[in-house]
């Protein structure tokens, strides 16, 4: 019932910046908790930053904090990753995901819908 659609991946050297954006279908975003996760090749899918339905409540994995924002606009229906001071690391498909909780939560099996993924990658 919930379509996401990630964009804004690319190639970036490290130390460089990249913003996502996923847009999210239906009228009832703002009672969505969502999440970003990302796989890397032969690696298991992580979480990398969440935020509450109305904005006020995020979350970082220890790898990114300081260096990816995680923030969203119920008004477009859509949740952005703003990620600075990328490192090789940090190559990756992002995907975002999106739950019925209140509270955020770090548990893949937890988020109920997802997007396609976009392919990050951060040379040198």
């Known amino acids: 019932q919930v379509q996401l659609v990630e964009s804004g991946g690319g190639l970036v050297q490290a130390g460089g910046s990249l913003s996502l954006s996923c847009a999210a279908s239906?009228?009832?975003?703002?009672?969505?908790?969502m999440g970003w996760f990302r796989q890397a090749p032969g690696k298991e899918r992580e979480f990398v930053a969440a935020?509450?339905?109305?904005?006020?409540?995020?979350y970082y994995a220890d790898s990114v904090k300081g260096r990816f924002t995680i923030s969203r606009d119920n008004a477009k229906n859509t949740v952005y990753l703003q990620m600075d001071i990328l490192k090789p690391e940090d190559t990756a498909v992002y995907y975002c995901?999106?739950?019925?909780?209140?509270?955020?939560?770090?548990?893949?099996?937890?988020?109920?819908?997802w997007g396609q993924g976009t392919q990050v990658t951060v040379s040198s």
């Open positions: 239906g009228p009832t975003f703002s009672s969505y908790v």
């Open positions: 995901a999106a739950e019925h909780g209140i509270v955020i939560t770090t548990l893949l099996q937890r988020y109920n819908y």
């Open positions: 935020i509450s339905g109305g904005g006020g409540g995020r």
